[in-house]
């Protein structure tokens, strides 16, 4: 089955640099991948997707990269602000699995003021 | 506004005990999940289900059972609680038809004695 790997597991940055997260999977037939938030005491949330037939996606400060032939997608926050302190996860999924998705295990962002 | 609610958010009980948490969607959506949250682990699927009177096993089902007799709910029973089930449970919601958004539940934290 599909196992997706996440680092780093921690990860602190000055308020207004630059953070990157880094996932791979192994299942070459997955092709959507997800990146949900999780503020403290609340459930997930998605805050941006990307499909394997686009290589980025960007949405205001966060963008997501995808390389297929590597099996490696990564997560990058800019210019960032206090609010963006959270769990981060990273996720790959099929659609012929009807939207099952297996998670990594998670990067604690810090934001240093 | 449709939402996804969980019951209770917190529940301690004894070593053997059977459990069941509640989760309660409004958003109509066909696809729900149960996953628990463990430090270093992530989200871990325990059962879903596609539809009313569908269920599946995820990849940590032993000691979990599901039932599904109408759209809006889907409980997750623990039927001999142990000290090893002691986690933060999330339910999560999404529509048919491919791999796509999943609207998460605000958590239920147990705690087995």
């Known amino acids: 089955g599909e196992n997706v790997e996440q680092h780093p597991s921690t990860l602190s940055v000055q308020e207004g640099d630059s953070a990157v997260i880094k996932c791979t999977y192994s299942?070459?037939?997955?092709?959507?991948f997800p990146w949900y938030k999780q503020e403290l005491g609340k459930g997930p949330q998605l805050i941006i997707d990307?499909?394997?037939?686009?290589g980025e996606k960007k949405d205001q400060r966060i963008a997501v990269t995808l390389n297929k032939t590597a099996k490696h997608f990564s997560l990058h926050i800019t210019e960032t602000q206090p609010e963006d302190s959270a769990v981060y996860f990273c996720?790959?999924?099929?659609?012929?699995?009807?939207?099952?998705?297996?998670f990594g295990s998670g990067t604690r962002l810090s934001i240093r003021p | 506004d449709a939402e996804i609610t969980q019951s209770p958010r917190h529940k301690i009980t004894e070593t053997g005990r059977q459990v069941t948490l509640a989760c309660h969607q409004t958003?109509?959506?066909?696809?729900m999940f149960w996953y628990r949250q463990d430090l270093g682990h992530g989200l871990r699927l325990i059962h879903y289900?596609?539809?009313?009177?569908?269920?599946n096993k995820g990849e940590v089902s032993d000691g979990y059972s599901v039932s599904r007799s109408n759209t809006e709910d889907l409980p997750l029973t623990l039927e001999s609680a142990a000290s090893s089930q002691t986690s933060v449970y999330f339910c999560?919601?999404?529509?048919?038809?491919?791999?796509?958004?999943?609207?998460f539940g605000p958590g239920t934290r147990l705690t087995v004695t």
């Open positions: 999560a919601s999404s529509t048919s038809g491919g791999a796509g958004e999943q609207y």
């Open positions: 990307i499909r394997s037939n686009v």
């Open positions: 996720a790959a999924s099929k659609d012929s699995s009807a939207s099952k998705i297996i």
């Open positions: 289900s596609y539809g009313v009177q569908d269920t």
């Open positions: 958003w109509n959506h066909n696809n």
């Open positions: 299942d070459s037939a997955s092709n959507y």
